[in-house]
């Protein structure tokens, strides 16, 4: 008996296969393409993320066949604040996914904060006013693609993070959903009350019949289509990739904290059932929702980690493979004082400085 992981990151998506004692059996991993169109900008193609997991999906169950197992079940980890946003008729997306990276709203989430509408929101989302979150991409889309606006206003319009985008379209389209961890990195969700928050929506400008339906973590996420997955598997499990790993990592009692590292790093600390609000610009935010019971976390993000070493392989072409790092880090006595701030897409916690870009200094002759 086996249940299947889709991890659907910010670099690449992968399936894998666990076996139920939760041992790794097999795992299918793909990379996909990243666009830059602009300083600051970042996107992927919603339709490349679908090939790509439906891919590594059928490898794995193909690899569960051949060891004559049963799939009992599928669970969704994602990168999260990106946003899609997809026509409900045709199942089309009506403009590239922008990612958590990008930073083209900074211009307006700063508009936002000089009419001081930063405390508010950050009492009702434990969000600092920021375009890393998917409630300003989600503006701009909308603002920005008169095909967007005119299906929101049909009520064919709808808003997913990668969760909800795969959810809808392995269920073909039976199921909007997504879960409370991924919901609370929109900045339209009032993680208080649990529920959408109409007066951040009103100031967007975004209708809430766009939005997914909220659900605990564990929870029933509707069935597989067979024509994607051969058999029809059901989806029991979501959760945002942080709030993932720090599940993975066992961090259950307030005061255990996580620290991960991808295509950024990110710290999170388990605070249990209360909301602490951090006075250093740390944000609060849903670690999960389990039984409708609700555990918070503190969150500081760093947004190029792992993505560091991508941009030293394929922009740079410093090295062939990510794992020549290590050998080369062994190799040096010391750093000789050079130093790369990889602040490509501006700076997280504590700085939120949209307009921070990479810095390299200390460099010498030698």
Same mark, same amino acid.
């Given at each position: 008996?086996?249940?299947?992981?889709?991890?659907?990151?910010?670099?690449?998506?992968?399936?894998?296969?666990?076996?139920?004692?939760?041992?790794?059996?097999?795992?299918?991993?793909?990379?996909?393409?990243?666009?830059? #169109?602009?300083?600051?900008?970042?996107?992927?193609?919603?339709?490349?993320?679908? *090939?790509?997991?439906?891919?590594?999906?059928?490898?794995?169950?193909?690899?569960?066949?051949?060891?004559?197992?049963?799939?009992?079940?599928?669970?969704?980890?994602?990168?999260?604040?990106?946003?899609?946003?997809?026509?409900?008729?045709?199942?089309?997306?009506? =403009?590239?996914?922008?990612?958590?990276?990008?930073? *083209?709203?900074?211009?307006? &989430?700063?508009?936002? *904060?000089?009419?001081?509408?930063?405390?508010?929101?950050?009492?009702?989302? /434990?969000?600092?006013?920021?375009?890393?979150?998917?409630?300003?991409?989600?503006?701009?889309?909308?603002? $920005?693609?008169?095909?967007?606006?005119?299906?929101?206003?049909?009520?064919?319009?709808?808003?997913?993070?990668?969760?909800?985008?795969?959810?809808? *379209?392995?269920?073909?389209?039976?199921?909007?959903?997504?879960?409370?961890?991924?919901?609370?990195?929109?900045?339209?969700?009032?993680?208080?009350?649990?529920?959408?928050?109409?007066?951040?929506?009103?100031?967007?400008?975004?209708?809430?019949?766009?939005?997914?339906?909220?659900?605990? &973590?564990?929870?029933?996420?509707?069935?597989?289509?067979?024509?994607?997955?051969?058999?029809?598997?059901?989806?029991?499990?979501?959760? /945002?990739?942080?709030?993932?790993?720090?599940?993975?990592? &066992? &961090?259950?009692?307030?005061?255990?904290?996580?620290?991960?590292?991808?295509? /950024?790093?990110?710290?999170?600390?388990?605070?249990?059932?209360?909301?602490?609000?951090?006075? $250093?610009?740390?944000?609060?935010?849903?670690? =999960?929702?389990?039984?409708?019971?609700?555990?918070?976390?503190?969150?500081?993000?760093?947004?190029?980690?792992?993505?560091?070493?991508?941009?030293?392989?394929?922009?740079?072409?410093?090295?062939?493979?990510?794992?020549?790092?290590?050998?080369?880090?062994?190799?040096?006595?010391?750093? $000789?004082?050079? =130093?790369?701030? #990889?602040?490509?897409?501006?700076?997280?916690?504590?700085?939120?400085?949209?307009?921070?870009?990479?810095?390299?200094?200390?460099?010498?002759?030698?």
């Amino acid at each position: 008996k086996f249940i299947i992981s889709i991890d659907a990151g910010t670099t690449s998506n992968r399936s894998i296969l666990f076996d139920l004692k939760g041992k790794p059996v097999f795992s299918s991993q793909k990379e996909f393409t990243q666009y830059f #169109p602009k300083s600051g900008w970042v996107e992927h193609d919603p339709e490349e993320i679908w *090939r790509t997991t439906t891919k590594t999906l059928k490898d794995v169950i193909a690899k569960a066949k051949k060891l004559r197992g049963k799939i009992l079940t599928i669970g969704i980890t994602n990168q999260r604040e990106t946003t899609v946003l997809w026509d409900k008729k045709t199942g089309k997306t009506v =403009y590239k996914a922008i990612v958590w990276q990008d930073r *083209r709203q900074e211009a307006f &989430c700063k508009k936002l *904060r000089q009419q001081n509408k930063e405390n508010m929101i950050f009492n009702k989302t /434990g969000l600092l006013i920021d375009s890393y979150f998917s409630g300003t991409k989600i503006k701009w889309i909308l603002d $920005n693609i008169p095909k967007a606006k005119q299906l929101m206003n049909k009520k064919q319009l709808m808003f997913g993070t990668i969760d909800s985008f795969l959810i809808w *379209r392995l269920t073909r389209g039976s199921v909007h959903a997504t879960d409370a961890t991924n919901a609370s990195r929109t900045m339209i969700f009032n993680i208080t009350t649990n529920k959408w928050d109409d007066a951040i929506l009103k100031i967007l400008k975004i209708k809430k019949h766009i939005l997914p339906i909220v659900k605990d &973590c564990a929870d029933d996420y509707g069935q597989t289509h067979s024509s994607i997955t051969g058999k029809s598997i059901p989806i029991n499990g979501v959760v /945002g990739d942080q709030q993932s790993a720090t599940i993975g990592q &066992c &961090c259950f009692e307030p005061g255990s904290l996580k620290s991960t590292y991808g295509t /950024g790093a990110f710290v999170l600390l388990n605070t249990g059932n209360k909301k602490i609000y951090s006075t $250093n610009r740390l944000l609060t935010t849903i670690a =999960y929702r389990i039984k409708g019971k609700t555990t918070y976390a503190m969150e500081g993000s760093i947004f190029v980690a792992g993505a560091g070493v991508q941009w030293l392989r394929d922009r740079m072409k410093f090295i062939k493979k990510a794992a020549e790092t290590e050998k080369i880090v062994n190799s040096l006595k010391g750093n $000789n004082g050079i =130093y790369l701030v #990889p602040a490509f897409t501006g700076l997280g916690a504590p700085y939120w400085n949209a307009n921070s870009r990479g810095v390299l200094s200390g460099i010498t002759r030698d």
